[in-house]
Each structure stands twice: as C-alpha cells, then as structure tokens.
T-cell receptor, first 115, second 112 residues
Framework: EAGVAQSPRYKIIEKRQSVAFWCNPI?????LYWYQQILGQGPKLLIQ????????DSQLPKDRFSAERLKGVDSTLKIQPAKLEDSAVYLC?????????????FGQGTRLTVV | DQQVKQNSPSLSVQEGRISILNCDYT??????FLWYKKYPAEGPTFLIS?????DKNEDGRFTVFLNKSAKHLSLHIVPSQPGDSAVYFC???????????FGTGTRLKVLA
C-alpha cells in the first residue's frame, strides 16, 4: 500500500512570496489533515477535511493560508504572502473514515524556509 | 494553551533497559490517545494507541498505560534497542472528532 505522498520535499522562498504544497493521501482514506510543525514543537493541526468538506480549520490563518481538497482526494495548501514565522515543516496525513481505525498516517513533509 | 504536555524534552537509556516516556493532558474530554515515533527528515509514524475505556494496551515491546484520574499516559519500551532512538510524540483526540492534538515530543536516545 502506497503511503501519503507530499511534494515538494523542500522549498525556500522570500517573505511576501507565495508557495503551494501538494498532498496525495492513502487510497480510500476519507479524512485528510494538514499540520504545521515548527522546530522544537509538536505538529499543530491547520485544517481537517472529511472527503472534500472542511471539518475543522479553526487554527488556519485564513488571511494568508488556504487549502482545498478537490474531488475528496488530493489536497493543496497555499500560503500567500509568506512570513518569516511560516518557516516550518508542513505535514499531510490521512486516515480511514471516522468510525474505523482512526490513527493518522503521515507523509514525509515539506520543509519550508522563508528568508 | 498546551493541552497535551511532554515535560521531558529528552531521555537517554541503556540498550536492553526500559524506556518510559510520559505525557500529561489537561482536557478531560480527550478519549483517545496515540503515540507516534519520528525519525529525522521523516513524517511521524503511528506506534500504538489506547482508548479511554482501557488502562493498558500492549503491542510487542511497546505498552501504553493510561491513568484517567491523573490525566497521564506513559509509553514503556522493553527492552529498548538502538533503533528506538527517535522523537516520540503523544497525541490526543476527543468526541470522535479524530482531531489530534500533539505534545511537544521527547527525544529518546538508546545507548548501545
């Protein structure tokens, strides 16, 4: 079974530029998450999708971050414009429908550096 | 407001001995807990979980204990192996939301 795929692995941008990350979850997983992990901290949930609907985006800085999950499969996370404090690893994860084994499976992440 | 806390940033253990990683939480609504292991440059990997209806769950060398009254859980690794050296995160969720809230992690180093 293929795991969660993310791209790119690394990205360096200047502040005020825009950037987009892509995620392809495990086939059949209805729930998709985007997490932000700042160095030395635990992952922080940005947004949670169930199929193509948003379940929770309370921690997403909506003035600069946006996310979508087209057709309930792939997802993109965008930052526009980026700030220095957005430097972090962005992790995508997926899990089965909510009434089954609920543990989330993570991709390798995208390391973003904003200079 | 840190709802899930791992107060030990690092832990060193001799190979073959027991590793005990601790996690405290503040929200009594949490009813499902997980442990993840993370190697450098990789995403977290699921290790073991426990529901609040249990106080212990075991999987091979890994055992998770839950003390609901103390709002505390721990992960025991016996015996510890050098390949266990990684950062361990505990996570919690509630009310069937599967919205996972993570602690800050504990870096385990198993010395050969």
């Amino acid at each position: 079974e293929a795991g969660v795929a993310q791209s790119p692995r690394y990205k360096i941008i200047e502040k005020r530029q825009s950037v987009a990350f892509w995620c392809n979850p495990i086939s059949g997983h209805a729930t998709l998450y985007w997490y932000q992990q700042i160095l030395g901290q635990g992952p922080k949930l940005l947004i949670q999708f169930q199929n193509n609907g948003v379940v929770d985006d309370s921690q997403l800085p909506k003035d600069r971050f946006s996310a979508e999950r087209l057709k309930g499969v792939d997802s993109t996370l965008k930052i526009q414009p980026a700030k220095l404090e957005d430097s972090a690893v962005y992790l995508c994860a997926s899990s089965w429908v909510r009434d089954r084994a609920p543990e989330a499976f993570f991709g390798q992440g995208t390391r973003l550096t904003v200079v | 407001d840190q709802q899930v806390k791992q107060n030990s940033p690092s832990l060193s253990v001799q190979e073959g001995r027991i590793s005990i990683l601790n996690c405290d939480y503040t929200n009594s609504m949490f009813d499902y807990f997980l442990w993840y292991k993370k190697y450098p440059a990789e995403g977290p990997t699921f290790l073991i979980s426990i529901s609040s209806i249990k106080d212990k769950n075991e999987d091979g060398r890994f055992t998770v204990f839950l003390n609901k009254s103390a709002k505390h859980l721990s992960l025991h690794i016996v015996p510890s192996q050098p390949g266990d050296s990684a950062v361990y995160f505990c996570a919690a969720s509630y009310s069937g939301t599967y919205k996972y809230i993570f602690g800050t992690g504990t870096r385990l180093k198993v010395l050969a």
